[in-house]
């Protein structure tokens, strides 16, 4: 319940819903907070835009894709809720997706909201019951949550944890948790609960911020976070990225396969009913000092120091990524549906729909005219060290802002003319 003081503090509500420009069709709904102006209360303000997906009967998670520390990172938040690629993610799982996006200005401290003791986790709960009303799915309120943090938001994560153990369903930190800082009396250390150390979890720094001057206590925490945790019998994994620093990379294409995996195994049978706990006899373990991960029944060494993995195929992709900085694909994106053909007063407008191939993400889009290419959606990419995107991909792992639609304006069009749509993913992999 709110309580509200016209002198100290504001609260704006305002609700929007727009159609995806995705296969995966959904509803968008948005939630604003204005500071509290008390103690105790929201520091920061934020917009929480939650992305739910049309076939979804029920929710049954949220996957929450919280946003780094500073101006850029948050501005970037506001378009985590659109991304086709982590869209797919939720809806194979009758998930939502969600996009926090704090407004800390240049002379802010993170801690006002990336500590959620700062009242970022009530809003949070307060948030996702005004979201569950206005999408008219009761069940968002008190569904379990994914969390991937980047940054500050592992820093939240790894707090938030704390707080509400029995709604996590698994937490993926990019390069970033507040461990560290409580254990060097930096920030109030938290009460651990057991069940925090019955999440699963990856911690995921980049190698290059090992020997970074600002960065590397985002290796050193995440490493000694993984130690402590590991010894109290947590399911963890030290999950370092060879290609990266303090950015997130190719990140997503595991943490992805990461959520997809323990979704699978945590979601309750029931909505409503209680996270299932991991069977740590079924894992692969590794050491440290190892890419190659083991059936857990064959570890020969101690298995409190070794990197926990949730099963044979995930282990896979892990060993691959911490040697590469890459998850492979073999697999062809789904085809691209619903091409219609529109004569306008500047030539044919084409649109279409797809699917983001839920390994890979899509590329780029080929338009094809009577079977001729005529042009590409984005038209030229970006050159990047990490796969491209079409709709682009920032530092900390949103779509660029202004991302294009799924259409394209033909001016040598003709109404007669048969037009097709070629998907390409990620890995360059062309639809049928």
């Given at each position: 319940?709110?309580?509200?003081?016209?002198?100290?503090?504001?609260?704006?509500?305002?609700?929007?819903?727009?159609?995806?420009?995705?296969?995966v069709?959904?509803?968008?709904?948005?939630?604003?907070?204005?500071?509290?102006?008390?103690?105790?209360?929201?520091?920061?303000?934020?917009?929480?835009t939650l992305?739910?997906?049309?076939?979804?009967?029920?929710?049954?998670?949220?996957?929450?894709?919280?946003?780094?520390?500073?101006?850029?990172?948050?501005?970037?938040?506001?378009t985590?809720?659109?991304?086709?690629?982590?869209?797919?993610l939720?809806?194979?799982?009758?998930?939502?997706?969600?996009?926090?996006?704090?407004?800390?200005?240049?002379?802010?401290?993170?801690?006002?909201?990336?500590?959620?003791?700062n009242?970022?986790?009530?809003?949070?709960?307060?948030?996702?019951?005004?979201?569950?009303?206005?999408?008219?799915?009761?069940?968002?309120a008190?569904?379990?949550?994914?969390l991937?943090?980047?940054?500050?938001?592992?820093?939240?994560?790894?707090?938030l944890?704390?707080?509400?153990?029995?709604?996590?369903?698994?937490?993926?930190?990019?390069?970033?948790?507040?461990?560290?800082?409580?254990?060097?009396?930096?920030?109030?250390?938290?009460?651990i609960?057991?069940?925090a150390?019955?999440?699963?979890?990856?911690?995921?720094?980049?190698l290059?911020?090992?020997?970074?001057?600002r960065?590397?206590?985002?290796w050193?925490?995440?490493l000694?976070?993984f130690?402590?945790?590991?010894?109290?019998?947590?399911?963890?994994?030290?999950?370092?990225?060879?290609?990266?620093?303090?950015?997130?990379?190719?990140?997503?294409?595991?943490?992805?396969?990461?959520?997809?995996?323990?979704?699978?195994?945590?979601?309750?049978?029931?909505?409503?009913?209680?996270?299932?706990?991991?069977?740590?006899?079924?894992?692969y373990?590794?050491?440290?000092?190892?890419?190659?991960?083991?059936?857990?029944?064959?570890?020969?060494?101690?298995?409190?120091?070794?990197?926990?993995?949730?099963?044979?195929?995930?282990?896979?992709?892990?060993?691959?990524?911490?040697?590469?900085?890459?998850?492979?694909?073999?697999?062809?994106?789904p085809?691209?549906?619903?091409?219609?053909?529109?004569?306008?007063?500047?030539?044919?407008h084409?649109s279409?729909?797809?699917?983001?191939?839920?390994?890979?993400?899509?590329?780029?889009?080929?338009?094809?005219?009577?079977?001729?290419?005529?042009?590409?959606?984005?038209?030229?990419?970006?050159?990047?060290?990490?796969?491209?995107?079409?709709?682009?991909?920032?530092?900390?792992?949103?779509?660029?802002?202004?991302?294009p639609?799924?259409?394209?304006?033909?001016?040598?069009?003709?109404?007669?003319?048969?037009y097709?749509?070629?998907?390409?993913n990620?890995?360059?992999?062309?639809?049928?």
């Open positions: 319940m709110f309580i509200i003081s016209r002198l100290l503090c504001a609260l704006i509500i305002t609700i929007s819903t727009v159609a995806s420009a995705t296969a069709n959904g509803d968008y709904y948005s939630v604003n907070y204005e500071p509290t102006g008390r103690e105790g209360g929201l520091q920061i303000g934020v917009t929480h992305w739910v997906p049309e076939k979804a009967r029920q929710i049954r998670g949220i996957i929450i894709h919280q946003h780094g520390c500073g101006v850029g990172a948050c501005k970037s938040g506001e985590a809720a659109y991304d086709v690629h982590w869209q797919a939720a809806a194979k799982w009758d998930c939502a997706l969600l996009g926090p996006s704090y407004r800390q200005s240049a002379e802010q401290s993170c801690r006002l909201w990336c500590d959620p003791r009242g970022s986790a009530d809003v949070l709960v307060n948030s996702l019951k005004k979201l569950a009303h206005d999408a008219e799915h009761p069940e968002i008190t569904a379990p949550w994914c991937w943090g980047h940054s500050g938001g592992g820093f939240w994560s790894s707090l944890q704390m707080q509400y153990p029995e709604r996590i369903v698994s937490i993926w930190f990019q390069s970033g948790t507040a461990y560290g800082y409580w254990k060097k009396g930096e920030t109030q250390a938290p009460v609960p057991k069940a150390m019955q999440v699963p979890m990856m911690a995921n720094p980049g290059k911020e090992k020997e970074h001057e960065f590397h206590v985002a050193d925490y995440s000694a976070m130690s402590d945790y590991r010894k109290q019998g947590a399911p963890i994994a030290f999950t370092p990225d060879p290609a990266t620093g303090h950015d997130t990379g190719d990140s997503r294409y595991l943490a992805i396969a990461f959520f997809d995996t323990t979704l699978k195994m945590r979601l309750p049978k029931k909505i409503g009913g209680s996270l299932r706990l991991i069977d740590q006899n079924k894992a373990l590794v050491s440290p000092d190892s890419t190659a991960p083991v059936p857990a029944a064959k570890y020969e060494s101690d298995i409190l120091k070794a990197s926990w993995l949730p099963d044979k195929e995930y282990a896979r992709k892990w060993s691959e990524f911490v040697r590469t900085g890459v998850v492979g694909d073999n697999t062809p994106p085809p691209v549906t619903m091409v219609t053909a529109r004569a306008t007063a500047d030539g044919i084409v279409w729909k797809a699917d983001a191939d839920f390994e890979s993400g899509i590329r780029q889009f080929v338009i094809l005219r009577n079977g001729k290419e005529v042009g590409r959606l984005p038209q030229t990419l970006p050159k990047k060290p990490y796969r491209n995107l079409y709709q682009g991909k920032t530092y900390g792992d949103t779509p660029v802002a202004g991302f639609k799924p259409e394209f304006l033909d001016p040598a069009g003709k109404s007669s003319d048969k097709n749509i070629v998907s390409i990620s890995a360059g992999l062309e639809s049928e």
